[in-house]
């Protein structure tokens, strides 16, 4: 039986949601374990725009200069139909979001994201997770990933 590791989080996922709440909650002082069964960087292959609204949480951890400099802003959207029909629309400027988007391949977004959470505090473990590890009450505890047990009271 493996010895497990206790943190007061441990997040399963190391994608943009992933590791922002890794990055919000060690930067709050929480011990958290960030999973991902992907050594980083890593692609994917869709989610590659940052919306006006992720560029905002990408400021507040750190990260937005470097998603500016190595991304392409755009300030309109076109859509297309499979019939050949198409629209554009700009990008308003509305809540006190940016009025534009940025196109950075996830490559490059996920990675930094990841490194915003490592900086603050997280620890990374390229692991996949098998399991839900349950305490006696039959609540989640953790998770079971390779020989390791990651164990939190918030998993």
Do not use: N
Not at 2 to 31: E, K, M, N, Q, W
Not at 34 to 42: I, N, Q, S
Not at 112 to 133: E, K, N, T
């Amino acid at each position: 039986m493996p010895t497990p590791i206790h943190s007061d989080v441990v997040v399963v996922g190391a994608g943009p949601a992933g590791s922002a709440l890794a990055y919000f909650l060690a930067a709050a002082g929480r011990s958290v374990r960030l999973l991902d069964k992907a050594a980083f960087p890593r692609d994917k292959t869709c989610g590659d725009g940052l919306s006006p609204r992720a560029l905002r949480v990408l400021k507040q951890i750190g990260a937005l200069d470097d998603v500016l400099a190595a991304g392409f802003r755009i300030t309109q959207l076109k859509l297309f139909a499979p019939d050949g029909g198409w629209f554009a629309s700009p990008i308003p400027a509305q809540d006190g979001l940016a009025d534009f988007a940025v196109v950075l391949p996830r490559f490059q977004s996920d990675d930094l994201i990841r490194r915003r959470a490592l900086a603050a505090g997280a620890a990374f473990h390229h692991v996949g997770v098998s399991d839900v590890v349950r305490d006696a009450a039959g609540r989640v505890a953790g998770v079971r990933a390779g020989a390791d047990e990651f164990r939190a009271p918030v998993t």
